[in-house]
């Protein structure tokens, strides 16, 4: 898939693919500066396993809060997400089947 700038040239979008949880730091700043909803804030318990956050129940049990992907499709690939992040968790790329 290629698409073009407003004046014509050409412009490759680099999706988010994927996160990686181990380096997350879960500042939530890829989360802010992403308007289409593709990340989400969720909790990892100690065996790794995804908490929701909006539990009070299960706040102990949190030993630290991760993004994670919840809408993969919504990606327009601008790619803001990447330039924000500290922890450079992100894997970005081309359009995939999977994606589509």
Known sequence: ?????????AWQPDFLIAIDARRCIGCGRC?????????????????????????????????KKVMVMADQGACIGCGACARVCPAN??????????AA
């Open 1 to 9: 898939m290629s698409a073009s700038t407003r004046d014509g040239r």
């Open 31 to 63: 989360f802010k500066v992403c308007g289409r909803n593709v990340m989400i804030l969720k909790g990892l318990n100690e065996d790794g396993d995804l908490i929701d956050l909006d539990n009070d129940d299960d706040d102990d049990e949190i030993e």
């Open 89 to 98: 968790c992100q894997t970005h790329g081309p359009q995939t089947m999977e």
